[in-house]
């Protein structure tokens, strides 16, 4: 898989915009009146925040067909992945998309244990009958690379999007004690497709170390802008650029797999 980096979407495009009744100039109104209309703006821009936070429908829809012939094992990484979380969103849609899934579940998040935490990976993506798609999040990004090192992966395992990995050498001097099995990063190439997704702002991952782990991981780059850790305190949602990431890995596996492309033709834009 040649090396690139892709361009990030912004999520804006999928934003729903005010009514444009609500977007006239009042003049010479009473002030009951404008405060009347102040309200409902104020009510209508509530409404568009609130239904930012859904994933549109179309995409659901075409998920479900582009994810099909997976199935997509979740994979944490250090304190776990909240509710808000946007691994735990995706959850949620996977399930209204009717779409296969399944998650690492590790017994205690806080302190991660390297050998049961690979153990945990490991027996979670043998169970899965599909072709797997693996979405990491940070530390789950490293126990991916560790796995795939030690050979312990099936071959069932056909791509990986990996979200902010944690850079176990170089992250918060506070948090390195708690990783500090996990070092060093295993750099070996990852034998399927694979997308690294960097934050511009990241405390665990510098940009210069994101690239240098998609070149070892013959992994393409994908630049996030600016989303911190891009994790539980990040406050993505969705986060619909993920899911367009997500879907190009899903059309690279179909491409590379079959050599053609899926019968929807189009990846997210």
Known sequence: MRHGVI?????????????????????????????????????????????DDDAPADIVRHLSTSLAAFELVIVPGLDGSARHHWQSRWQTLFHAGDISFS???????????????ILTLVSTVKKSRKPVLLIGHS?????IAHAVEQG??????????????????????????????FSPVALSPLPFPALVVGSLN??????T????????????????????????????GYWLDGLMFLDRLAQTVLVETTGLRHPHKKTLQ
């Open 152 to 181: 312990l992966l099936p071959d069932t395992v056909v791509g990986a999007l990996l979200v902010a990995p944690a850079d176990v050498e170089n992250g918060p001097e506070h948090d390195l004690s708690r990783v500090a099995a």
């Open 103 to 117: 998650r690492a579940n590790q017994e205690i998040w806080s302190k991660p244990h390297y050998k049961s935490w």
């Open 202 to 207: 990241d405390p665990w991952l510098s940009v």
């Open 7 to 51: 361009k990030r979407t912004s999520e804006a495009k999928y934003a729903r915009t005010m009514h444009s009744a609500d977007k006239k100039t009042v003049v010479s109104q009473p002030a009951f009146l404008r405060q009347n209309l102040a309200k409902k703006r104020a009510s209508s821009l509530q409404t568009n925040i609130e239904r």
């Open 139 to 143: 530390l789950g990004c490293l126990l």
């Open 209 to 236: 170390r994101a690239r240098m782990l998609a070149r070892h991981w013959n992994a393409s780059f994908v630049d996030a802008g600016r989303k911190g850790h891009i994790g539980n305190q990040s406050d993505l």
